[in-house]
């Protein structure tokens, strides 16, 4: 069996035993998802270091793209939001987002900034994306991982959803997962900070 299988359920058996026992664990939600993200990183990084995404020929190369990729999706998000305006009062940013509270953001930076989307990464593209683009075409890769990355956060939202299809695209595009974890990382900060910025929310 291909290393990269057995890895992947591992970590699905992993989030799926995190995600039963969360209701028995009296513990702050931030610091289980670390815990749980860490248990996760170290399987797949010791099990499927070679084979996860994480090697490439520059990552400095990679990282700058990664941010060109980011300031084009960020900057596209807010022309539509802009134009949005022409048919909806407040716009589709007001309808997507919602102000989430600042009183831990030292720990939502690190836990659902930094730690969560490399995980995630890692495994939805670097594993799971790469595993299935050995038999399926690009167009069902990025359907299907992108389905379950948007499931994985409870609910299939819109914003999920367009955020693993653009993550997938940029894994196929650049074959690695460090240009699709700065896009991921600069999605969930402007997430986090737009509703308490942008002038028009």
């Known amino acids: 069996m291909d290393r990269r299988l057995v890895v992947i359920l591992a970590v699905c058996l992993i989030e799926a035993g995190f995600r039963l026992l969360s209701g028995y664990i009296f513990v702050d939600g931030l610091i289980y998802t670390l815990f749980a993200r860490l248990v996760e990183l170290t399987v797949i990084l010791v099990f499927s270091y070679r084979s996860c995404g994480l090697i490439t020929a520059s990552l400095s190369k990679e990282l700058v793209i990664g941010l060109g990729a980011a300031a084009a999706f960020g900057a596209s998000v807010l022309v539509l939001d ?20 600042l009183d831990q953001w030292v720990s939502f930076f690190f836990i659902g900034c930094l730690i969560g989307p490399f995980a995630e990464e890692l495994f939805f593209r670097g594993l799971l994306y790469a595993w299935m683009r050995e038999s399926l075409a690009p167009v069902y890769c990025i359907i299907l991982t992108s389905l379950l990355f948007a499931s994985l956060h409870g609910n299939i939202s819109v914003i999920q ?3 693993g ?15 699709p ?21």
Do not use: D
Not at 82 to 101: A, D, N, T, Y
Not at 165 to 179: D, K, P
Not at 181 to 201: E, K
């Open 181 to 201: 974890f700065i896009v991921h990382t600069s999605a969930n900060i402007g997430i986090w900070v737009i509703p308490h910025l942008h002038p028009f929310m």
């Open 161 to 163: 959803l367009i955020g």
């Open 82 to 101: 802009l134009v949005s305006r022409i048919f909806m009062e407040k716009g589709l940013l007001s309808l997507l987002l919602s102000q989430q509270p």
């Open 165 to 179: 299809i653009v993550f997938a695209l940029i894994y196929e595009w650049r074959r690695n997962i460090w240009a």
